[in-house]
């Protein structure tokens, strides 16, 4: 009868270290002499034969200094590191169901362990006195050896994803120590080992349930007391709580945690979960590593994070830790996860093509993008992002890039399954049942644009990142949102009716821009037949006064035809005047206005389209510039300005339609307050009141008619005179705010007042101006100059007087 030895399991098998952590010990010289010493003072134990092999095997690995395996000793209960096995030589041909293999080595010399060093353990310390050296083996690692093809079936058919951990070859299935894997579906074998597949046979499910029983008789003599202990702590009524050194059970490969991002639980899918350290060397901290579906490349794809988490004394809240198990969420599993798919439903649904949308929330605060609250309009567009985002004109103009900063490691991608486990016995693959689709099949790279979203959409949906690139357009900038304070623009209907102006030219924009409406307002890039050759955009000149409607006109058609409005100003054409800079930028906001739709406005454009001269070169160039910007540009374009003598003829052939601004009448200041008074009481839901009175004071009161107001200073009289209101009510406690003649005569004295100082400032500057003309023509009445012209200019100067 051959005797179970040490030729078969003389191996350098990888595994992690078991459970206590002590410090490095000082090095043993000559290991091989020391093992003999020590082993030969130590009593002998009968080998494992075949006819009494028991169904778990205890083995210890004995390496020297260089890491060489140079004993084995084995058992049928866990072994004292210094137990020796009387007949090592011989071996055994029957195997266990499984062996616990423990690798044990002499300690370091140093302080500190080389790089990749494993963990130690103290297991049993010889003190002087008992006849035996003071000397220490430290740990370096445990793991479990299925031998029984039945129980490593059986795993094979119950576990879908986990990606380390685990190792399958032909002869045996290789697991780490503290077997994380087997503890995460402790539940899934107990259920497997009375469920088996039709295929098994009588004899194949009899021993594959006993085989089963002695694997999960392990894992109770190990774990039972603590997860009963451990369990208690997590279903506590007064709120679910951890140890640090059984956190790990909770994290398991597949299922959701939620990690808090900017003031949000974000959801994540699990991919594995380890010690920190080389090696899993450092047992003070976890090694998490997780992921979620994000936009990357114009594709949807899985993004990979790594959190650690640092151990902790004690029990700690489990819904206070960096990373929340799904069912331990203070509002339930279920409400947030209801909550998740329908916003990854929308966040689908908005990756697919550009989206015109009101935003009213805070920004997300990474990536180099500012944070803070916005409330606005908006353009949701993921490829946009890709194209003009990130930079792509925020630095046009600015000095070269410098070396790239080194950005966040991220581990590698693991691979997803993408079919069901099936148990691996030749009656099963054999069987001819197909399997079915993994719950992550076909969870990476998709275009929502042109793919189906996967089987398991409601995972999919729930896992699919919820903040979403879009372009401000009142700021003119790229920012990343959060999906769930997004909501569909409702256009102000009334708009146009409530615009003052002369009837004639109203009645010419209403006829003009009705086959530029969108339905649903639904971002509807300018089509190509709009424009089939160069010169058949739609470019509208608005000139008059300040304040007469031109802008408002603009922002009305944006209204009217529930299309964005992309209004720029010389500012975000460019600061630098420089014609490349000027070039690159318009080209950028013009490709952005066909790109979404948008109807563009440029206001004060007479700072761009002034008359070129014969030796302004660099004002010739600019002027080139918007030519041929504009020859080319494919969509709708406001140009507003009160200086249009100062435009180029070349101008004249490229503007479809010139739209005089008369100045404001009389009748035409009441309109336009008695517009904003009905605006004001609609917006505030009754809460503003203007009496009567008011109405009259503003309408015809002297004090105000002799001001004046053009439509923009009414409209910002009004609004400060609300604001004196409101601060009235507040302190009075009452909750209606009572705007009356009292405030609007406020309002107006402190026009007046600024008015007046603006008066006597331009007084002021015209005098010094004329005595300089005069101080100059006194200098040049020596050189023989005429100053015939004196009298008049002092005529002129009384005058103004």
């Keep these: 009868m051959e005797l179970y030895g040490t030729d078969d399991f003389n191996n350098e098998t990888s595994s992690t270290a078991s459970f206590e952590d002590v410090g490095l010990r000082p090095r043993v010289d000559n290991a091989s002499s020391l093992f003999n010493d020590l082993t030969a003072k130590v009593p002998g134990k009968r080998a494992l034969l075949d006819e009494d092999m028991p169904d778990i095997v205890f083995t210890v690995q004995y390496c020297n200094g260089a890491g060489r395996v140079i004993e084995t000793r084995r058992g049928g209960e866990p072994l004292d590191i210094l137990t020796v096995d009387a007949n090592e030589g011989k071996s055994a041909k029957k195997k266990p169901i499984i062996e616990i293999?423990?690798?044990?080595?002499?300690?370091?010399?140093?302080?500190?362990?080389?790089?990749?060093?494993?963990?130690?353990?103290?297991?049993?310390?010889?003190?002087?006195?008992?006849?035996?050296?003071?000397?220490?083996?430290?740990?370096?690692?445990?793991?479990?050896?299925?031998?029984?093809?039945?129980?490593?079936?059986?795993?094979?058919?119950?576990?879908?994803?986990?990606?380390?951990?685990?190792?399958?070859?032909?002869?045996?299935?290789?697991?780490?120590?503290?077997?994380?894997?087997?503890?995460?579906?402790?539940?899934?074998?107990?259920?497997?080992?009375?469920?088996?597949?039709?295929?098994?046979?009588?004899?194949?499910?009899?021993?594959?349930?006993?085989?089963?029983?002695?694997?999960?008789?392990?894992?109770?003599?190990?774990?039972?007391?603590?997860?009963?202990?451990?369990?208690?702590?997590?279903?506590?009524?007064?709120?679910?709580?951890?140890?640090?050194?059984?956190?790990?059970?909770?994290?398991?490969?597949?299922?959701?945690?939620?990690?808090?991002?900017?003031?949000?639980?974000?959801?994540?899918?699990?991919?594995?979960?380890?010690?920190?350290?080389?090696?899993?060397?450092?047992?003070?901290?976890?090694?998490?590593?997780?992921?979620?579906?994000?936009?990357?490349?114009?594709?949807?794809?899985?993004?990979?994070?790594t959190r650690y988490i640092y151990s902790w004394k004690g029990e700690r809240a489990i819904g206070a830790l960096p990373l929340v198990p799904a069912r331990f969420l203070p509002g339930g599993a279920n409400s947030m996860a209801e909550k998740q798919v329908k916003l990854g439903k929308l966040y689908w649904e908005l990756a697919k093509q550009p989206a015109y949308r009101e935003y009213d929330g805070t920004l997300v605060n990474k990536d180099g993008n500012r944070g803070g609250n916005m409330t606005g309009r908006v353009i949701v567009d993921c490829e946009g992002w890709e194209r003009y985002g990130d930079g792509a004109h925020g630095k046009m103009g600015s000095q070269p890039p410098g070396p790239p900063r080194p950005g966040p490691q991220h581990p590698r991608k693991d691979s997803l399954p993408q079919v069901q486990p099936r148990c691996s016995c030749k009656a099963c693959r054999e069987s001819g049942l197909g399997q079915a689709p993994s719950p992550f099949a076909r969870f990476d790279n998709l275009d929502p644009k042109t793919d189906n979203p996967p089987e398991n959409g409601e995972l999919y949906y729930h896992v699919l990142d919820k903040t979403i690139p879009a372009f401000i357009l009142g700021e003119r900038r790229w920012a990343l949102l959060k999906v769930e304070f997004l909501k569909d623009v409702r256009p102000d209907k009334d708009a146009f009716k409530y615009l003052v102006l002369d009837s004639e030219v109203k009645l010419t924009v209403k006829a003009l821009i009705g086959k530029l409406a969108t339905s649903n307002g639904k971002v509807s890039p300018w089509p190509s037949d709009f424009v089939k050759n160069k010169g058949e955009g739609r470019i509208f000149l608005l000139h008059g006064s300040p304040g007469v409607g031109k802008t408002c006109t603009a922002e009305c058609v944006a209204e009217l035809t529930h299309r964005p409005l992309l209004a720029l100003t010389s500012g975000d054409i460019s600061t630098s005047m420089s014609a490349a800079s000027v070039e690159r930028s318009l080209n950028y906001f013009l490709g952005l206005g066909e790109r979404f739709g948008a109807l563009i406005l440029l206001d004060e454009a007479d700072v761009y389209l002034e008359e070129r001269r014969v030796r302004d070169l660099r004002r010739n160039g600019l002027v080139s510039i918007f030519l041929r910007a504009l020859e080319y540009y494919r969509g709708v374009l406001f140009l507003t300005t009160n200086r249009v003598e100062a435009f180029d003829s070349a101008f004249t052939s490229r503007i479809h339609v010139a739209l005089h601004y008369r100045r404001l009448s009389d009748d035409d200041r009441q309109r336009i307050w008695?517009?904003?008074?009905?605006?004001?009481?609609?917006?505030?839901?009754?809460?503003?009141?203007?009496?009567?009175?008011?109405?009259?004071?503003?309408?015809?009161?002297?004090?105000?008619?002799?001001?004046?107001?053009?439509?923009?200073?009414?409209?910002?009289?009004?609004?400060?005179?609300?604001?004196?209101?409101?601060?009235?009510?507040?302190?009075?406690?009452?909750?209606?705010?009572?705007?009356?003649?009292?405030?609007?005569?406020?309002?107006?004295?402190?026009?007046?007042?600024?008015?007046?100082?603006?008066?006597?400032?331009?007084i002021t500057k015209r005098v010094a101006g004329q005595m300089q003309g005069h101080h100059d023509k006194e200098e040049q009445d020596g050189d023989g100059v005429d100053d015939s012209n004196d009298d008049e200019d002092s005529v002129c100067l009384s005058e103004t007087e």
Aim: proline share 4%; with cysteine; charged share 25%.
């Design 101 to 305: 293999v423990t690798r044990v080595s002499p300690p370091y010399r140093h302080s500190g362990a080389p790089p990749g060093a494993p963990r130690q353990y103290e297991f049993d310390s010889f003190q002087e006195g008992t006849g035996y050296e003071a000397k220490l083996y430290r740990t370096e690692r445990i793991e479990m050896l299925i031998h029984s093809r039945y129980l490593k079936a059986a795993l094979e058919a119950i576990v879908c994803y986990y990606p380390s951990g685990i190792g399958f070859n032909e002869d045996q299935m290789a697991i780490e120590a503290p077997y994380r894997v087997l503890v995460h579906h402790w539940k899934a074998l107990e259920l497997y080992r009375t469920d088996q597949p039709s295929s098994h046979d009588t004899e194949c499910k009899e021993i594959t349930s006993n085989h089963i029983d002695v694997l999960l008789s392990f894992l109770k003599r190990t774990y039972a007391e603590q997860l009963t202990v451990e369990s208690a702590r997590w279903n506590n009524p007064l709120g679910g709580t951890t140890s640090f050194d059984l956190f790990w059970v909770l994290l398991k490969p597949g299922e959701i945690v939620y990690q808090d991002e900017d003031g949000q639980m974000v959801p994540f899918v699990i991919s594995s979960v380890s010690s920190a350290g080389l090696n899993g060397s450092d047992p003070s901290s976890y090694l998490v590593n997780f992921w979620n579906v994000k936009l990357l490349n114009n594709r949807l794809q899985r993004h990979m994070n």
């Design 674 to 762: 008695m517009h904003n008074f009905e605006r004001l009481e609609r917006d505030s839901a009754g809460k503003c009141y203007i009496p009567q009175n008011a109405r009259e004071f503003a309408f015809a009161s002297a004090e105000v008619r002799a001001l004046r107001w053009n439509g923009r200073e009414i409209r910002n009289a009004l609004q400060t005179a609300v604001a004196l209101a409101e601060t009235e009510a507040m302190d009075d406690g009452v909750e209606t705010v009572t705007v009356t003649d009292k405030h609007i005569r406020s309002v107006a004295k402190m026009s007046s007042g600024f008015k007046e100082y603006l008066r006597r400032k331009r």
